[in-house]
């Protein structure tokens, strides 16, 4: 089954060696857990994204199109970039994504994929 990890940043802005430096032996540097998960098959794709400030939100309401500039919610939180993983289970999915690197300072929202039948 395919699941999307939504990343999200830390809310407080430090970076990830400054929450862990080596306080979690599971704990891997982005280029690392990405050549793991793609060595393993695991990761199928992953990009991050650009700063909420490019991003557009769209919406038609009434039948009128209603574009603004930014996202579709404020906060000091934001997802940051995206991996869809192949998995055999939720409980799979979770273990891949503790070991996000951003899992220890930020957080990983994991979405079960739903394929369109027909």
Known sequence: MQYLLFVGTAPDGKT????????????????????????SGKRIIGE????????????????ELVVTDGPFAEGKEYIAGFDIIE???LDEA????????????????IHPTWPWEG
């Open 94 to 109: 979770i273990d891949i994504a503790s070991r996000h690197p951003m899992a220890h300072v930020g957080l990983i929202e």
């Open 48 to 63: 991050r994204l650009r700063p909420p400030t490019d991003a557009t939100t769209v919406r038609v309401r009434g039948g």
């Open 16 to 39: 990830i060696d400054e929450h862990v430096a080596a306080q979690d032996p599971r704990y891997m540097e982005i280029d690392d857990w990405v050549d793991t998960m793609d060595g």
């Open 87 to 89: 998995a055999a289970d």
